[in-house]
């Protein structure tokens, strides 16, 4: 890759990250004294994702796992908005601007409705806090990863709540070896969760704290919390330049070297990517890093 020189001659390239999560943040940080680095994200901080399901049962962790981007990205610009469009040009953001690019890097990975600002979300950690310590019971909707660490941290936290966890697969965390979900039922069991497999709650029918399953099974919680697959967070970009670069699940292709295939000059990196790989926060850096090593 060529130097850190802007396509226009003169001057260093101009870098555009769409996305502040776990990839995006650090390509950004990776950058910004190298080149004129521009990060557009929906939110205002940078999240530690991993940490998210121990804040919900111990809300001081967000202290340290919520981090304002101007705190760490602190020699470029930060534009607080979604992005709509991309174009030849530039990167189209929700409220109408245009932010020119030599380079694009799109990391937006999944979908998520998250507040905007550091200080409501720790507040939502707070109000989460709230609702599992005044239930006495407990549903989790999810056998996933993040419903399994969640109803793993409150039994852990809260071993006198009755924990109920449903999940629509045969058996916990598919994407694992057999045994590997064999010892992870084997460890909620053995710490009073109950676990329903090959169901799925219908909430439409919820009422005054009685759930039914498809199946026609009943389960009584005070609260619920819904950890299921969020989609990829690639809708936007259907109509844009790389709406031709998306496969059939919404993912965008890309080379060895991260770039966008038929784009010499944008780059995606985490979840939102086509790498046949566990979607995990580690992975995610590890695009970023061949990003930013392609892009210096």
């Known amino acids: 890759m060529a130097g850190m020189e802007s396509s226009e001659g003169g001057g260093r390239k101009k870098v555009v990250v769409v996305g502040g999560g776990v990839g995006g943040s650090f390509v950004a940080k990776s950058l910004q004294f190298t080149a004129d680095v521009v990060l557009i994200d929906q939110k205002e901080y940078f999240e530690i994702t991993w940490a998210s399901m121990r804040a919900m049962v111990e809300p001081s962790v967000a202290e340290r796992s919520v981090i304002e981007h101007s705190d760490y990205f602190i020699n470029g610009q930060i534009v607080t908005s979604a992005a709509v469009d991309i174009t030849e040009r530039g990167v189209v953001t ?30 939502q950690y707070q109000e989460e806090f709230e609702k599992i310590k005044s239930s006495n019971s407990i549903l989790i909707i999810g056998g996933g990863p993040t419903g399994v660490e969640l109803a793993g941290e409150i039994a852990g936290d809260f071993p006198e709540k009755k924990i109920t966890l449903v999940h629509r697969g045969s058996r916990l965390l598919e994407f694992i070896g057999p045994k590997a979900s064999q010892k992870t039922l084997d460890w909620l069991t053995a710490k009073k969760v109950e676990v ?12 005054d704290g009685l759930y039914r399953t498809f199946d026609g099974e009943t389960i009584r919680a005070d609260c619920y919390f819904l950890c299921i697959g969020r989609p990829v967070g690639s809708s936007w970009l259907k109509e844009t330049l790389l709406g031709g670069s998306l496969d059939d699940c919404g993912r965008l292709m890309v080379d060895e070297n991260m770039r966008v295939k038929g784009h010499q000059n944008v780059f995606a990196i985490g979840d939102i990517t086509d790498v046949p790989e566990l979607k995990e926060g580690y992975l995610a850096v590890a695009h970023a890093e061949v990003t930013v090593k392609n892009l210096k």
Do not use: F, K
């Open 196 to 207: 329903i497999l090959g169901q799925s709650v219908d909430l439409d029918s919820a009422s």
């Open 94 to 123: 929700e409220n109408g601007n245009l932010l020119p690019y030599d380079y694009l890097v799109v990391a937006t990975g999944h979908r998520e409705s998250v507040p905007r600002s550091r200080r409501e979300r720790i507040a």
